[in-house]
């Protein structure tokens, strides 16, 4: 099963600046964008998330799975 993601919605209501979250993750911001645009996120980029929000990995999975799935095939 593929699960894709609205990263979009998620960034906003976490107030997540992409900016400062792609130099925390040591990738550029057109990368970050891309995965945000495909709705797909590698988990490394958990991990960083959940550093960046000050949380376990496992809740912003949680988060996504509860709140912001997209699309299912």
């Known amino acids: 099963m593929i699960i894709t993601f609205d990263l ?3 960034s906003k209501k976490s107030k997540i600046n992409k900016s400062k979250l792609a130099r925390k993750i040591g990738v550029s911001p057109q990368l970050l964008q ?3 645009n495909k709705g ?3 988990f490394s980029y958990i991990i960083n998330i959940a550093d960046f929000l000050q949380i376990k990995p496992e809740e912003v999975c949680q988060i996504l799975l509860k709140k912001y799935i997209k ?3």
């Open 8 to 10: 979009h919605k998620f």
């Open 34 to 36: 891309h995965h945000f």
């Open 40 to 42: 797909d996120i590698p």
């Open 71 to 73: 699309k299912k095939m």
